[in-house]
């Protein structure tokens, strides 16, 4: 029973890096979101998504980018990697009905230097 | 005003004791209530779902009043590894439906 599987678990990256973290469920669910989460603070949505082919952007999308060519893969995108990016990433999916709760993978923990 | 708040703590109590969180919503349109508990540096995980009736699990009980737009979270009896971050949230209805986390109220239970 794997739900949402991330990686890499771990990242460092130097300032101006790129890079892609992967995330993937096998529960055919449509929805599905990337957070950030800082030291200390809230889960702050960066993107989401309502189907294949469809992606929005949450509170928090400058330097990051998504795409969503399959219903299981959501991968984050992020292209000139800064120290403000250093937090934890979740990926989390639900199903389409009105009161499913969200399924979260177990983190990417990401430090830029 | 945040569409979703949560008093952040720490709650300190010890074993046995029992705690409530509360939690307040601003859109009156909100259908789905959730809480979670979120240990250090670990995912979020749910812990229950909140129903318009009440409902119970074990030593947690959650209970929805819509008039005056809150959800709470009642721990009887707590035990050391109850110690976690307690997520208030709501299904917002704007346009699609959005799940909004709470920043969270921190619980500590000592021996």
């Known amino acids: 029973n794997a739900g949402v599987t991330q990686t890499p678990k771990f990242r460092i990256l130097k300032i101006g890096q790129s890079m892609t973290l992967q995330c993937t469920q096998d529960?055919?669910?449509?929805?599905m979101y990337w957070y950030r989460q800082d030291p200390g603070m809230g889960l702050k949505l960066i993107y989401y998504?309502?189907?294949?082919?469809?992606?929005d952007k949450g509170e928090v999308p400058n330097g990051y980018n998504v795409s969503r060519s399959t219903t299981e893969d959501f991968p984050l995108r992020l292209e000139l990697a800064a120290p403000s990016q250093t937090s934890v990433y979740f990926c989390?999916?639900?199903?389409?009905?009105?009161?499913?709760?969200?399924?979260f993978g177990d983190g990417t923990r990401l430090s830029i230097l | 005003r945040k569409e979703v708040e949560q008093d952040p703590g720490p709650f300190n109590v010890p074993e046995g004791a029992t705690v409530a969180f509360n939690c307040t919503y601003s859109?009156?349109?909100?259908?789905?209530f959730f809480w979670y508990r979120q240990d250090c540096r670990k995912e979020p995980k749910l812990l229950m779902s909140?129903?318009?009736s009440g409902n119970e699990d074990g030593r947690f009980t959650a209970q929805l009043n819509r008039a005056s737009q809150y959800i709470s979270l009642l721990i009887r009896d707590s035990k050391l590894s109850d110690s976690a971050t307690y997520l208030c949230?709501?299904?917002?209805?704007?346009?699609?439906?959005?799940?909004?986390f709470g920043t969270g109220t921190r619980l500590l239970v000592s021996p």
């Open positions: 989390a999916s639900r199903g389409d009905r009105g009161g499913e709760p969200q399924h």
């Open positions: 529960m055919n669910h449509n929805y």
């Open positions: 998504s309502v189907g294949a082919g469809i992606t």
């Open positions: 859109n009156s349109a909100s259908q789905s």
């Open positions: 909140v129903y318009s």
């Open positions: 949230v709501v299904n917002m209805i704007t346009g699609f439906q959005k799940l909004v």
